[in-house]
């Protein structure tokens, strides 16, 4: 669900740089296209952790169950 919701609302964000085309953008255009990027990174990075940490109680609560 989460995984829909990232790919629906966020544009993709590529590790790497695919093409040379930053040389050709000026400095004010270049930092909102890299402040964009780092806004995407955080939404994912926060939603990753945030379904880590419910999977981790899930399977604490599942542990918990079985030693009872």
């Known amino acids: 669900k989460s995984?829909?919701?990232?790919?629906?609302?966020l544009?993709?964000?590529?590790?790497?740089?695919l093409s040379d085309s930053s040389n050709h953008i000026d400095?004010?255009?270049r930092t909102e296209k890299l402040e964009k990027?780092?806004?995407?990174l955080e939404l994912f990075l926060r939603d990753y952790v945030i379904e880590a940490q419910q999977l981790?109680?899930?399977?604490?609560?599942?542990?918990?169950a079985k030693d009872k």
Do not use: A, C, G, M
Not at 3 to 9: A, E, F, G
Not at 37 to 40: A, E, F, M, N, Y
Not at 56 to 64: G, Q, R, T
């Open 3 to 9: 995984q829909n919701n990232l790919t629906n609302s």
């Open 11 to 17: 544009s993709t964000f590529p590790l790497v740089q």
């Open 27 to 29: 400095d004010e255009n």
């Open 37 to 40: 990027r780092i806004s995407v």
């Open 56 to 64: 981790d109680k899930i399977h604490k609560n599942l542990e918990d």
